[in-house]
Structures are given as structure tokens and as C-alpha cells.
T-cell receptor, first 112, second 113 residues
Framework: SQTIHQWPATLVQPVGSPLSLECTVE??????LYWYRQAAGRGLQLLFY??????ISSEVPQNLSASRPQDRQFILSSKKLLLSDSGFYLC???????????FGPGTRLLVL | AQSVTQLGSHVSVSEGALVLLRCNYS??????LFWYVQYPNQGLQLLLK??????LVKGINGFEAEFKKSETSFHLTKPSAHMSDAAEYFC???????????FGTGTRLQVTL
């Protein structure tokens, strides 16, 4: 069976510090991978998605970037965090575009 | 373009009462439709999905949803609410015209004694 992992589970970072969130998927190959942000009281915002190694599509311009160095690894990064980067970050995978997305447990980020 | 609208950001029902969460979609082509549930501080979990087979879709935890093309709706129902159903519910649509699922803004379900 497939599993998806995210770490860390929670993170408190000062404004201006760097960020690296990691997501890995087990039990499948060549998945589509997604990063979402969920701000308090708001819905899901798709940040990035990837259909293969090194292939990243950005949905909104922002202070964040994503990379996919390996088939089942997806990393969300920032060089300098902003207060507005606080939120709940969710990673997801699917077998194809439009197919069911399976979500990880999430990382709660608080920027102070 | 594809979009979903969830009517009611908060819904409160008594335990044992009918649960009805509303979702309307906008699409110029046949859609795939999904309902997800999110418990506090957790990721989203798939409840059910419609992919152009039977219009009445049964999911986990006793939930079901009916695809009504004429009403462009995909409302989620459960005959009898349980305290454990308290969570946030998201409707999502995919049509192939965009390379992603589009999620609604969510409905928070509260279940009271």
C-alpha cells in the first residue's frame, strides 16, 4: 500500500529565516505530487505540482519554491520567510492529473 | 473553467439528524467530483468520488452523494449524524480543462447532543 510522509509536523520560525519542508511517498512510482497551503479559516490553495523529476509548475507567485530531486520526494522551500507564510502545508500525491489525491498529515508552520 | 461552490461555511446538526452539505460545480464538460473530509490538524481523506458511472455514489462512514447534472450539484448526505462526523468537508472538481483539482472553500460540520 501507498503511504505519504511529511516532516516536520510543526515548525516555528522567525521572519526572514529559511524554510525546508519535505514530503515523501512510498509504495508507488512516478506519482504526481502537490503542495497546498491552508491558511486559518480559508480553503486549500494549490502552490505547486509536479508530474516528474525536475518538473515543477507554480500556481501562484509567492515567496516559496519547490523542487523534486527524486521520483518520490517533493520539497517546499523559502529563502526568507514572511509572516504571511504561516499556515498548514499539505502534500498530496495522485497517479495522474484529475485522479484521486491522497494527502499527507500536514506541517503546521508559524512564522513569528 | 472549473469551479465549485460550497454553500454554508458552517453547518450544525443534532446527533442522529440528517446531514446535508451542499456543493455546486461549474463546468462546460463532464466533471469528476470528489468529497474529502479533514479532521482537526490532519490531512484530507477521500470520502467518495464520482467519475461518470452511477449518479448515486456511496462512500465511507455512511456518507453518500448524488450527481445531478440538471442542477450542477453534488450534495453530500448522511441519514444520521454521529459526533465523530464533526470535521471540515471539502468538495472538489476536475474536468481536464485544468491540470488540477479545484477545491471549494469547505464546510465545517458541527454535531451537537
Amino acid at each position: 500500500s501507498q503511504t505519504i510522509h511529511q516532516w516536520p509536523a510543526t515548525l516555528v520560525q522567525p521572519v526572514g529565516s529559511p524554510l525546508s519542508l519535505e514530503c515523501t511517498v512510498e509504495g508507488t512510482s512516478n506519482p504526481n505530487l502537490y503542495w497546498y497551503r491552508q491558511a486559518a479559516g480559508r480553503g486549500l490553495q494549490l502552490l505547486f505540482y509536479s508530474v516528474g523529476i525536475g518538473q515543477i509548475s507554480s500556481e501562484v507567485p509567492q515567496n516559496l519554491s519547490a523542487s523534486r530531486p527524486q521520483d518520490r520526494q517533493f520539497i517546499l522551500s523559502s529563502k526568507k520567510l514572511l509572516l504571511s507564510d504561516s499556515g498548514f502545508y499539505l502534500c498530496a500525491w495522485s497517479r495522474g492529473l484529475g485522479e484521486t489525491q491522497y494527502f499527507g498529515p500536514g506541517t503546521r508552520l508559524l512564522v513569528l | 473553467a472549473q469551479s465549485v461552490t460550497q454553500l454554508g461555511s458552517h453547518v450544525s446538526v443534532s446527533e442522529g439528524a440528517l446531514v446535508l452539505l451542499r456543493c455546486n460545480y461549474s463546468s462546460s464538460v463532464p466533471p469528476y467530483l470528489f468529497w474529502y473530509v479533514q479532521y482537526p490538524n490532519q490531512g484530507l481523506q477521500l470520502l467518495l468520488k464520482y467519475t461518470s458511472a452511477a449518479t448515486l455514489v456511496k462512500g465511507i462512514n455512511g456518507f453518500e452523494a448524488e450527481f445531478k447534472k440538471s442542477e450542477t450539484s453534488f450534495h453530500l448526505t448522511k441519514p444520521s449524524a454521529h459526533m465523530s462526523d464533526a470535521a471540515e468537508y471539502f468538495c472538489a472538481v476536475y474536468t481536464g480543462t485544468a491540470s488540477k483539482l479545484t477545491f471549494g472553500t469547505g464546510t465545517r460540520l458541527q454535531v451537537t447532543l
